[in-house]
């Protein structure tokens, strides 16, 4: 049976929601990655899937790369729209527009960067969760929220076992290595890089870390036949991504927000009538 969830928890929510983007937001635009701080950029991401490759094809993604205008509108459209969803959430449409403003900026700052963006993914795929309003229609979209992460954390097991990185005895430390170099030389007398050379002195250690990490990954299946182990599920992905910002580096802040379908609906709805954040809802 899909849950039901009220119409306050599904606010709660959605203003849990916009304050984790409106964080991110503020994460990156300290870092100076908002749009109209990077700029233009000369090389452009080609042939990397169909998304990129019809771009290119029709010389789009070069305009929307060079366009400091549109750049501008993402920018405020990311700025204004999770301040104002936070204050009216069941504003649902304006959802699509916070959905198509994080996709944009995703397809221009890879597209720059010459990468995919991967950690992005969370906030932009749960954007489009609040755009319903009803009882049973959020419910069944939020259970089905739980099931795409699921099957993202999954899939990427499955990628790792398939293309055998999994059973490289060096991968770790390759891995470690690539990614903190230059931390390591730059402040190579902190604790931090004491910490990081005791793992590299002792590779198979690290080695280890990651094959846990690897098998946390391919624990979602579980989500797929039973609920019992969705609170097991949240802090193992919370270990893993804490797990990855220390050891290699990779920041996946955003998509801890996938992880919210793992809640009961029951404890949502408890946090719902205590939190401090239940304003009186005005029914749109």
């Excluded at 700029?39 to 991401?45: A, K």
């Excluded at 400091?68 to 304006?94: E, G, K, M, Y």
């Excluded at 049973?136 to 899939?155: C, D, H, P, Q």
């Excluded at 955003?254 to 304003?279: D, G, Q, R």
Aim: proline share 2%.
């Amino acid at each position: 049976m899909l849950p039901q969830i009220s119409f306050s928890a599904r606010n709660f929510l959605a203003r849990f929601y916009c304050i984790w983007v409106i964080f991110w937001w503020m994460i990156l635009f300290k870092n100076h990655a908002a749009l109209t701080q990077i700029g233009t950029r000369v090389f452009i991401l080609k042939d990397s899937d169909p998304t990129f490759i019809a771009l290119n094809y029709f010389h789009i993604l070069k305009w929307m790369i060079q366009n400091h205008s549109l750049h501008i509108i993402i920018d405020l459209c990311i700025t204004v729209l999770p301040v104002v969803l936070f204050i009216r959430p069941q504003w649902n449409l304006l959802y699509l527009l916070l959905f198509f403003s994080l996709s944009l900026y995703d397809i221009i700052f890879s597209g720059g960067a010459m990468h995919h963006e991967h950690s992005l993914y969370g906030i932009i795929i749960f954007s489009l969760a609040f755009v319903f309003i009803r009882s049973y229609m959020f419910g069944s979209v939020w259970e089905g929220m739980r099931y795409v992460t699921a099957t993202i954390y999954f899939i990427t097991f499955c990628w790792k076992v398939l293309y055998g990185t999994v059973f490289h005895s060096t991968e770790a430390l390759a891995t470690v290595e690539v990614n903190l170099a230059g931390l390591l030389f730059q402040e190579n007398h902190s604790t931090y890089a004491s910490f990081i050379a005791f793992f590299i002195r002792h590779p198979y250690i690290l080695q280890a870390f990651y094959t846990f990490a690897i098998l946390i990954e391919g624990s979602f299946i579980v989500a797929f036949f039973t609920k019992k182990f969705d609170i097991l599920l949240i802090f193992l992905g919370i270990i893993l991504h804490l797990s990855l910002n220390e050891f290699v580096d990779v920041q996946f802040t955003v998509f801890y927000i996938m992880l919210l379908p793992f809640v009961p609906v029951k404890y949502i709805e408890l946090l719902t009538k205590k939190s401090v954040y239940n304003f009186k809802n005005i029914q749109a």
